[in-house]
């Protein structure tokens, strides 16, 4: 990302910005695992914006495969097969990302009925 600014550098008001959140006492689940969770959001909204309502076993398995990817490695690390801590939170975010997506899709989908 830092390549992207001239000279390796942030922008001043960037900068600026770090240097004032720095000293924010956040919970640590709102810095680790919340930008996880809604970068699945993220994802899940992309695709769906990309095929719409146009369902197709490719659409479905794009829509599908990070959720579950996420939700493995997750699994996986509580069962130490995968390195890593395998955190409670990180798993609530996923789940919280997927329940907030189907219930956007949900939503969105009977306005369209109507």
Known sequence: MFRLF???ELPQWACRL???ASGLNVPEWFRFSLPDGLWLLAYLLIIDGIWGSRRSFMSL???TILPIAALMTEIL?????VPGVGDWMD???Y???I???LTLNKLFSYEKRR
Do not use: D, T
């Open 99 to 101: 329940l907030i997506f």
């Open 61 to 63: 398995l794009f829509l």
């Open 77 to 81: 690390q509580w069962a130490h097969i």
């Open 18 to 20: 770090r240097i004032s």
């Open 95 to 97: 789940l919280l990302s």
């Open 91 to 93: 798993m609530a975010c």
């Open 6 to 8: 001239p000279h390796g």
